[in-house]
């Protein structure tokens, strides 16, 4: 495992922005898809946005196309999640993940099964209120 520290989580009013960092180290972090997942109380943990290596490929839980939008900064080993138009179902702690394998994966396939990851970061809470 490596370390994965997210930031910028806090509450916002339904329709309001926020932008999660998730800061790594430890590892050739330009060869690695990255991904943030979200888990809300009771329920389970779910895929919420993936990026490819160089940030060409992307893909979305269904529920955020549209509104969220993840990139990565490959010099500074930073990956991003912009949340726009954000919705009380949105409210959920976020989690900055690393898959297991480097190299090309299938987006969908990352986004879909958390097997695939073997580095967590701690989390950031996202409230938002209606």
Not at 56 to 71: A, L, M, P
Not at 97 to 122: T, V
């Amino acid at each position: 495992q490596v370390p994965l520290a997210e930031s910028g989580g806090g509450s916002v009013q339904a329709g309001g922005s926020l932008r999660l960092s998730c800061k790594t180290s430890g590892y050739t972090f330009r060869n690695y898809y990255m991904a943030w997942f979200r888990q809300a109380p009771g329920k389970e943990r779910e895929g919420v946005a993936v990026t490819s290596t160089g940030g060409g490929t992307t893909c979305y839980h269904d529920s955020v196309k549209g509104r969220f939008t993840i990139s990565r900064n490959n010099a500074n080993n930073t990956v991003y999640l912009q949340m726009d138009n954000l919705k009380p179902e949105d409210a959920a702690m976020y989690y900055c993940a690393k898959p297991r394998q480097a190299g090309d994966l299938r987006c969908s396939g990352l986004l879909e099964n958390e097997r695939f990851i073997d580095s967590w970061g701690q989390g950031t809470q996202v409230t938002v209120s209606s």
